[in-house]
């Protein structure tokens, strides 16, 4: 319809940043699945890292975050198919947690994997650099927290 260029290509965002989401979300996973491995195999102090409980409370967070953002990421997946009327605050919602608990938790499986994390040998570290830019494409996150508050001041808070 002529004069609604922008509002369409702007709706067309939506999915895009629910796509990014998805993506840090499937790179964390494989993430903490191979420092799950990793910490089992690796010992320190005569044992495996794995049963210290430092590593054990980073892997149980690591899970906990990462499924929280992707329950975001179904609602917001499920309110764009169904064209709800905030579609847009919870895609900038979800792409803002799940970008932002992807990288934490790459760099978290990295940390567990001590120095050769940081090696290329092992898989974390390019995921660790492939989920870094998740926080900048298709919009920033800070751009993102623009979106929520200017949603909030049309719809006000979710309950
Ligand atoms: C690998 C890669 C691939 C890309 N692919 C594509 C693509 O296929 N298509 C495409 O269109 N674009 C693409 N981009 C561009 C990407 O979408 C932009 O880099 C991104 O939207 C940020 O814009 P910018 O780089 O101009 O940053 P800027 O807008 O210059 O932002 C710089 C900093 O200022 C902050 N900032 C800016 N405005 C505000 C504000 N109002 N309030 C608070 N903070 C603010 C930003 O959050 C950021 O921290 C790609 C970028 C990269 C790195």
Redesign the pocket.
């Known amino acids: 319809m002529e004069g609604e260029g922008f509002k369409i290509a702007m709706s067309g965002l939506d999915g895009g940043r629910i796509n990014i989401g998805a993506a840090s979300l499937g790179g964390a996973q494989e993430a903490l699945e191979r420092a799950l491995g990793y910490v089992n195999e690796r010992e320190q102090f005569g044992q495996p890292i794995a049963s210290f409980q430092a590593t054990q409370f980073k892997l149980a967070d690591m899970e906990t975050e990462l499924d929280a953002a992707r329950l975001m990421l179904y609602r917001a997946a499920s309110a764009l198919d169904t064209g709800h009327p905030q579609k847009t605050k919870y895609a900038a919602m979800a792409k803002r947690l799940a970008t932002d608990v992807g990288f934490s938790v790459a760099n978290q499986a990295l940390q567990l994997h001590g120095g050769y994390g940081y090696l290329r040998d092992y898989e974390v570290e390019r995921l660790v650099r492939d989920l870094r ?1 998740h926080q ?5 996150n ?2 993102m927290r ?1 979106i929520i508050a200017r949603e909030q001041s049309r719809f006000g808070v979710s309950a």
């Open positions: 830019v900048i494409l298709e919009g920033t800070e751009i623009v």
